[in-house]
């Protein structure tokens, strides 16, 4: 292996680059709505008015497109459609979404697009869940809408149907969370790679959802329920296998019962982390976490573990730039990554034999006899 091995293994290892390799493996938060919410919408060529005391109408910043064909793409160009239509079809990716926590039916939503523009229409919503969703007739963005990425590979069932272990959320007719017993919105996926984890946190927020820090999970792909209601604005922080859940801000104390977290892991695409905090024991450094992750006064030895596996790598840049950047960050970041390129390049073998080898080896009089040197140059040194 040579150091531009080392570079382009790393590079890939980093944990945008971890993240990114489950973008469409499973669930992950999204925020595709923008900041304001539309009184009109251009359908058609033309405005037309939204009306909102029964609908609700936001643009989106973007819409994941499926690859498809030009003639595909110009028709989609000047469409108004339902979205479930647009997913069944295979020219969308999957999404769900959630006002003031609430799931909203793909029933129920309707995609606008004109000229590159992406508009989305929530229409035929009965008046009380309106006016549990929309109160006000006039949302708050960033605190009361919020989207959520599905897998391609998800089904998406309407109907009274069980939960069952394929589920990866399942909900009311409100659009309130259900972790067992008969949904009405089923998401399902097949793929037994996904796994699923659920989560009732201890009082105070923080806890572990694995024993194993080799693997890495991300915040993106937790979403915390308050009794079942979406949390979107909750505050994730991880630490290795170790989550610290801020509920708007403020620790989660006050009913611990009602939250739930469900994080999702893939277990074919992610390969173990290069992060500091894998050499560690879990068990061992427990509480050295949690005060790290709460912001306490932790032992200096943390400061270390904390920091993500994240060499720099830019497109913008210059091989010689990038390679440079990554060498001088592995060097700061933990010198033995370079590890590898010295065990490919070593110009001798080891062999390591147990007591059982020893004895099995000894001559009549009881010694072990082993040559320093053989005719074809090699020698051999004994390390006890």
């Not at 990114?20 to 060529?45: C, H, N, W």
């Not at 643009?59 to 595909?72: A, D, Y």
């Amino acid at each position: 292996m040579t150091t531009q091995d080392l570079i382009t293994l790393y590079k890939n290892e980093r944990s945008e680059a971890k993240l990114g390799q489950q973008l469409f493996a499973i669930p992950r938060k999204e925020e595709m709505v923008d900041s304001q919410q539309l009184t009109y919408y251009v359908g058609d060529r033309r405005e037309v008015a939204v009306n909102i005391q029964t609908e609700i109408c936001f643009h989106l910043k973007w819409l994941r497109l499926k690859p498809m064909t030009p003639e595909q793409y110009l028709i989609l160009q000047e469409s108004t459609t339902p979205m479930e239509d647009l997913i069944t079809a295979g020219l969308i990716y999957p999404f769900l979404l959630f006002i003031n926590g609430h799931l909203i039916r793909w029933e129920n939503i309707t995609i606008i697009i004109s000229q590159e523009r992406y508009d989305m229409l929530i229409t035929g919503l009965d008046q009380e869940f309106f006016d549990l969703v929309n109160p006000d007739r006039f949302l708050d963005i960033a605190t009361e809408v919020h989207t959520l990425q599905l897998p391609d590979s998800i089904e998406y069932y309407q109907g009274g149907y069980p939960v069952d272990e394929h589920t990866l959320f399942a909900f009311n007719e409100q659009g309130v969370l259900v972790k067992s017993g008969d949904a009405y919105i089923r998401i399902q996926n097949y793929d037994t790679t996904v796994e699923v984890i659920d989560i009732d946190p201890v009082p105070g927020g923080t806890f572990i959802f694995a024993d194993d820090p080799m693997y890495k999970y991300f915040p993106e792909n937790a979403f915390v329920f308050n009794a079942g209601v979406y949390d979107g604005n909750a505050d994730i922080q991880v630490l290795a296998t170790a989550m610290m859940i801020y509920n708007n801000q403020l620790p989660v104390t006050e009913d611990p019962n009602a939250i739930m977290v469900r994080i999702f892991h893939n277990t074919k695409l992610v390969t173990p982390t290069y992060d500091n905090i894998r050499k560690t024991n879990i068990t061992n450094i427990q509480a050295d976490i949690f005060t790290a992750l709460q912001g306490g006064d932790a032992p200096e030895y943390m400061d270390k573990l904390k920091p993500e596996f994240d060499p720099p790598y830019d497109q913008k840049k210059s091989d010689e730039e990038n390679t440079t950047g990554i060498l001088d960050y592995l060097a700061q970041y933990d010198a033995m990554l370079f590890n590898r390129v010295y065990q490919s390049n070593k110009d001798f073998v080891e062999l390591e034999v147990d007591y059982t080898w020893v004895q099995s080896h000894l001559d009549e009089d009881g010694y072990l006899k082993i040559p320093r040197r053989f005719q074809d140059g090699v020698n051999f040194y004994i390390i006890v």
